[in-house]
C-alpha cells in the first residue's frame, strides 16, 4: 500500500485546512492530505456460498442481512398491529383475539417494533452498510466479530418468535414488563414467555454490543486519509452517537433482564415487595418493583434516541442532497446530535411520573426533558432553512422527508405537553400517549426509513425503484398514518384508557365507537400499502430502471466506490482521499452542482467554496 | 488487524495535543490499536453493566424492611478454632490482585518479544485465577452449607443471598471466561504464533503480541471490579 499513499512530498503532521487557504494560486500544496497512518486492512475474502453470504464477513452482506431480519419482524409486528386494531375497532370480530391474547400482542408488537425493528434496522442495518462506505473504510475493522453480531441478532429473533409457541404463550404484560405482574400467575405468558423474552434482549444485547464496538472503532480509528469527524456525513454522526448511547443504556436493560429471569426462575424478590393474592402471602417480599422501572427507563429513554439519531443523521443527508443545498448548520447540527445524545441519559424518570416521586424530583426531569426540546427544535430549524431557496427535486426520498418533518414536529409538540408533571398526569393512560409516541418514534422514524431505502436503493441494487409506486406509497402511508393518528390525541382527551381490551358500556362510547372504527380502518390500509414497498423492491430487482454510478448527484463516499454496486473491500485497490465536507452543493462557478468529497482542491480553485 | 503507524507525524502532548488529534483525519487516537481502543470501549460499557448491579445492591439492601446479615459474622472463616472474619476474602483478594502484577509483566515481557517468560507469566495469571475462582466456589458451598439461597437465608434479609450470588457469580464469570483466553493465549505464546504472526484460527487475522496487552486490560478490569464488590459486599 505504501506506494499508493507516497503521492504527497512532505510528510509532516499538517492538516489540509492549514494549506495553500486563501491564495488564488493553484499550487501542488492545496491538495495536501495527511499521509496514511493505518496499514491496508487485512480482509478474509469468502470463497464459497456459505462464507460469502451466509457467514459472511461483508458488512455490506450483513447490513442487508439485518435489514432483512428486521424487516421479517417489522412485518411480524405490523400483523399484531392489525389483530390489535380489529379487536379495538370492532370488538369481537375475530373471536381469537381474547383479552390475553390483546395484551400479549400489546407487549410483542411494542418490544418487537422499538428494539428488533427499528434497533436493528438503524444501527445493524444501516450502520453496517453504511458507515465503512461513508468514511472511507474497506470494512468493519472487526469482521468476524461483525457476523457473530447479526448471528446473535438471529438467535435473539428466534427465541422472540418462539416465545409464540410455548405453553401460555409470549408475555402480555406490557413492553415495559413491569413488575411485579410480570411473573405473576394471572398475568399471560407469565411461564416461558417471559423467561424467553428476557432470554431473547439478553441475546440481542450481548449480538448488539459487537456490532457497536465496530461502529464506534470504524468511525473513531479506521476513516480514510483527509476524512475529519468534521467532514463526515450527518448519517455516520446519528448512527455514530446513537451507537454511543446504546453501548451506555443497554446494560442497564441486561441486568433487569437478568434480575427479572432470576425473580422466576429461582425465587429471590429483586423486583418482587410483599404480595397478597386471594388473601394469602406469597413466597416474594422486600423488593422493590420501582427499581426495575428505573433500570427500564433508564435504558428506554436513551433507545428512543438510538432509533431517533440515525433517523436525524439520515434526513439531514437526504434533504441536502435532493435540495442541491448545503445542509444549513452543520456544526451546529453535530452538536445538537452530541447534546441530545447526552441529555438523553437525564430524562429517563419523566416515563414514571404516575409511579409517584418526590415532586423536586419530577420537576427535575420536566426540566432536562424540556430542555432537549432545544436542541431538537434546532434541527428541525436547520432542515426547514436547509429545503429554503434550495433547488428542491419532488421525488418520492423527498416526500419522504418531507413528511417526516411534519410527522416529527407533530410528535415533538405533543412531547411538550407530556413531559410536564402536571399535564403528564391525566394524559399518561390515555391514547394522547399513544398517539404521541407513534408519531414521534414509530411514524417518523419510518418515514426515514423509507425514504432511506428509495434514496439508497440504487447503490445496493444497482437499479432505481419504481417512482410511481413510490409515490402511492408514500400518500397513502402518510395520508393513512395522519388518520390514525391525529384522532388518538382527541380519544386521549376525552379520556379513553390505553392498553384496555374493551371499552363496554362507558361513557366514552358514543364518540369513541366510531373514532376507533375509523382508526381501524386506516390501520388496515397503512399496514397494506407497506407491501407496495415490497412489491416495488422485487419488481424493480428485475425490472428496473438501471441507476449507474451516483444517480443522485451525492457527493460523499458511498456513491464514489470504482463498482456500482460496491464489491467487498469497497474501493479497488486505492481508498479514495477526502478533500472537503460532502455538502458541497450548487456551489457558485462549479462546473456541475455538486463538487464530491474526493474533488481536490486544485479541481475547483475558481469556485467560491469555503475551505471545510 | 491493522498495526498502526505513525510515520512523520508529531504526537503533541496535553489538551492541545488531544484538540488536534481529535479534529485531525483517520484516527481519533493516534497509534492505538484497533483492539485495544475496542477493549476500552466495551469495559466502559461492562463498567455500567457492574454500576448497575451496585446500584441495584445498594437500593435493594435499602428498602428491605429485614435486617441486613452482618458481613464480618457470615463471611468468617474458622482458623485454628478461631473464628476470623473476611480471612478467605482477604486471600482471594490477594490472590487477585497479584495476578494482575503477573499479567503487567507478561504485557512487558511480550512487547520485549520475550516469548518465554511472557507465556510462563501469562499462565501464571491464569493460575491465579483459577485459584480465585475456586477460592470463590469454596465460599458459596460454604454458604450453600449454611443455609443461604437466593431466595432465602439464616441470617436475615433474603435479598442478601439474592445479590450475593448474583453479584459474585457475574463476576466469578468475567474471571472463568478471563481465565479460559488466558490459558489459550498462553498456548499461543509458547506455541510462537505472535513471533510468526500466524492467523488466528477464528478471525483469520494475524497476532500480535498487543493481544496480550489486550487481554490484560481486561484482566485488570476484572480485578478492579472485584475491589468494589469487596467494599460493597463485605465491608459494609
Known amino acids: ?612 | 488487524m491493522s498495526e498502526p503507524k505513525i510515520e512523520g507525524i508529531e504526537l503533541k502532548p496535553g489538551f492541545k495535543g488531544m484538540a488536534e488529534d481529535t479534529g485531525s483525519d483517520q484516527t481519533m487516537f493516534k497509534g492505538v490499536h484497533w483492539g485495544k481502543a475496542m477493549m476500552w470501549i466495551f469495559l466502559l460499557s461492562d463498567t455500567f453493566i457492574f454500576s448497575c448491579f451496585l446500584i441495584a445492591y445498594m437500593k435493594g439492601r435499602g428498602s428491605t424492611p429485614v435486617e441486613w446479615p452482618n458481613p464480618s459474622e457470615v463471611f468468617a472463616l474458622d482458623a485454628f478454632g478461631v473464628p476470623v472474619p473476611l480471612l478467605l476474602i482477604a486471600i482471594m483478594t490477594f490472590v487477585l490482585i497479584t495476578s494482575s502484577g503477573t499479567m503487567a509483566l507478561a504485557v512487558k515481557y511480550g512487547y520485549e518479544k520475550n516469548r518465554k517468560m511472557c507465556g510462563w507469566l501469562v499462565l501464571a495469571t491464569a493460575i491465579g485465577g483459577l485459584t480465585f475462582v475456586g477460592m470463590q466456589a469454596f465460599e458459596w458451598s460454604k454458604l450453600i452449607h449454611e443455609g443461604v439461597r437466593p431466595w432465602e437465608n439464616p441470617f436475615g434479609a433474603a435479598q442478601f443471598g439474592s445479590f450475593f450470588f448474583m453479584i459474585t457469580g457475574f463476576h466469578g464469570t468475567h474471571v472463568s471466561i478471563g481465565v479460559i483466553f488466558l490459558f489459550i493465549y498462553a498456548y499461543k505464546v509458547f506455541a510462537g504464533h505472535y513471533d510468526q504472526q500466524k492467523r488466528g484460527w477464528f478471525t483469520s487475522m494475524k497476532g500480535d503480541y498487543v493481544e496480550i496487552e489486550i487481554l490484560g486490560l481486561y484482566w485488570h478490569f476484572v480485578d478492579l471490579v472485584w475491589v468494589f464488590i469487596f467494599a460493597f459486599f463485605y465491608l459494609w
Not at chain 1, 456 to 469: C, M, N, Q, T, Y
Not at chain 1, 487 to 515: N, W
Not at chain 1, 574 to 587: A, C, E, I, K
Open chain 1, 1 to 612: 500500500m505504501s506506494e499508493d499513499y507516497n503521492d504527497n512530498k512532505t510528510i509532516h503532521a499538517q492538516s489540509s485546512e492549514t494549506m495553500g487557504g486563501g491564495s488564488a494560486g493553484v499550487t501542488p500544496d492545496m491538495d495536501y492530505v495527511r499521509p496514511a497512518e493505518i496499514a491496508d486492512q487485512d480482509l478474509y475474502h469468502g470463497h464459497s456460498f456459505i462464507t460469502k453470504w451466509i457467514f459472511c464477513q461483508d458488512a455490506k452482506v450483513i447490513g442487508v442481512q439485518y435489514f432483512l431480519l428486521a424487516t421479517f419482524t417489522g412485518v411480524v409486528g405490523l400483523i399484531l398491529s392489525w389483530l390489535m386494531r380489529l379487536q379495538l375497532g370492532f370488538p369481537g370480530a375475530a373471536g381469537f383475539v381474547t383479552a390475553e391474547h390483546y395484551y400479549q400482542f400489546v407487549t410483542m408488537h411494542g418490544m418487537i417494533m422499538v428494539v428488533y425493528f427499528l434497533t436493528a434496522l438503524f444501527l445493524g442495518g444501516f450502520g453496517n452498510y453504511l458507515i465503512p462506505l461513508m468514511v472511507g473504510a474497506r470494512d468493519m475493522v472487526f469482521p468476524y466479530l461483525n457476523m457473530v453480531s447479526f448471528w446473535s441478532f438471529f438467535v435473539a429473533v428466534a427465541v422472540l418468535m418462539a416465545s409464540f409457541f410455548v405453553p401460555g404463550g409470549p408475555t402480555g404484560a406490557g413492553w415495559t414488563l413491569y413488575p411485579p405482574q410480570t411473573i405473576l400467575e394471572g398475568t399471560p405468558g407469565s411461564g416461558a414467555g417471559i423467561l424467553l423474552m428476557c432470554l431473547s434482549l439478553i441475546l440481542f444485547v450481548a449480538g448488539f454490543t459487537m456490532g457497536g464496538l465496530n461502529y464506534l472503532i470504524t468511525v473513531l480509528q479506521a476513516r480514510t486519509r483527509g476524512m475529519t469527524l468534521m467532514r463526515m456525513p450527518l448519517t455516520v454522526w446519528g448512527i455514530f452517537t446513537a451507537t454511543v448511547l446504546a453501548m451506555l443504556a443497554f446494560p442497564a436493560l441486561l441486568v433487569g433482564a437478568l434480575m427479572m429471569s432470576l425473580d422466576k426462575v429461582l425465587g429471590t424478590s429483586f423486583f418482587m415487595p410483599t404480595i397478597l393474592k386471594a388473601g394469602e402471602v406469597l413466597e416474594y417480599g422486600g423488593g422493590s418493583p420501582i427499581l426495575f422501572q428505573h433500570l427500564f427507563w433508564f435504558f428506554g429513554h436513551p433507545e428512543v434516541y438510538i432509533v431517533a439519531l440515525p433517523a436525524f443523521g439520515i434526513i439531514s443527508d437526504l434533504i441536502s442532497v435532493h435540495a442541491r443545498k448545503n445542509i444549513f448548520g452543520y456544526r451546529m447540527m453535530v452538536w445538537a446530535i452530541v447534546g441530545i445524545g447526552a441529555l438523553s441519559f437525564f430524562v429517563w424518570a419523566h416515563h414514571m411520573y404516575v409511579s409517584g416521586m418526590n415532586p423536586w424530583f419530577g420537576f427535575f426531569f420536566a426540566t432536562t426533558t424540556l430542555i432537549i426540546a432545544v436542541p431538537t427544535a434546532m434541527k428541525v430549524y436547520n432542515w426547514i432553512l436547509t429545503l429554503w431557496r434550495g433547488n428542491i427535486r419532488m421525488n418520492t426520498v423527498m416526500l419522504w422527508c418531507l413528511g417526516f418533518i411534519v410527522t416529527f414536529v407533530n410528535g415533538g409538540i405533543t412531547g411538550i405537553f407530556l413531559g410536564n408533571v402536571s399535564v403528564d398526569v391525566p394524559l399518561s393512560d390515555t391514547y394522547f400517549v399513544v398517539a404521541h409516541f407513534h408519531m414521534v418514534m414509530g411514524i417518523a422514524p419510518l418515514m426515514v426509513i423509507m425514504g432511506a431505502v428509495y434514496h439508497w436503493f440504487p447503490l445496493v441494487a444497482g437499479r432505481f425503484l419504481s417512482e410511481k409506486l413510490g409515490k402511492w406509497h408514500f400518500w397513502l402511508t402518510f395520508l393513512g398514518a395522519y388518520s390514525i393518528y391525529f384522532p388518538m390525541h382527541y380519544l386521549g382527551f376525552i379520556g379513553v384508557p390505553r392498553r384496555y381490551y374493551e371499552m363496554y358500556d362507558s361513557p366514552y362510547v358514543t364518540s369513541a365507537v366510531g373514532m376507533n372504527e375509523f382508526i381501524s380502518l386506516a390501520a388496515f390500509l397503512v399496514g397494506a400499502a407497506q407491501f407496495i414497498l415490497i412489491y416495488n423492491i422485487i419488481k424493480t430487482l428485475k425490472t428496473g430502471k438501471p441507476a449507474g454510478k451516483n444517480p443522485w448527484k451525492a457527493n460523499s463516499l458511498e456513491w464514489l466506490t470504482p463498482t456500482v454496486p460496491p464489491e467487498h473491500g469497497n474501493w479497488g485497490d486505492r481508498l479514495p482521499v477526502v478533500h472537503r465536507w460532502p455538502y458541497d452543493f450548487s456551489v457558485p462557478g462549479a462546473k456541475d452542482d455538486y463538487i464530491t468529497q474526493t474533488t481536490p482542491p486544485s479541481e475547483v480553485s475558481n469556485t467560491g467554496v469555503e475551505k471545510t
